[in-house]
């Protein structure tokens, strides 16, 4: 199996909105189209920190990692939030999603990053067990104030 990891473009916005809407149904969440709109648009703005990395195999769109870096507080250089990862149930058991966090910190290197972070909810356990190959949880739990 070859996968191929590319940064998002235009023309991968159909693909990409699919992915969206099965991640959002995993998580049983229901946005307004605005938002995944207002998404779309800041992963394409260069401007904005926020980029995709989507996984295809054979050509299909697989799999994505949203994230963006940030300047830190606890150390010299820029972090990197892994902020949503998500790959197609089609696709899953097959490397996808550590071939994403992999490509992750081989950009985050390259750059000069120092870190790289990301949460995931404690139910889930398949993806837990591939973050827990990483790293051990730090023991911080998230505080999240809706404005």
Known sequence: ????????TARDE????????????YYNIDLKPEITAR??????DDLS?????LARIEGEMVGFALHQN???????ADDCYLEDLF???TARGRGIGRALIDDLIAIARA???QRLYWHTDAGNTRARKLYDSYVETDGHIRYRLEL
């Open 49 to 53: 920190p926020l980029t995709a990395r």
């Open 1 to 8: 199996m070859n996968v191929e990891i590319t940064c998002a």
């Open 70 to 76: 940030h300047a830190s507080t606890w150390v010299a």
């Open 87 to 89: 790959v197609a149930d």
């Open 111 to 113: 750059k000069g990053w």
């Open 39 to 44: 998404t779309w648009g800041r992963i394409l």
């Open 14 to 25: 159909g693909e990409w909105r699919s992915l969206w809407a099965s991640y959002l149904a």
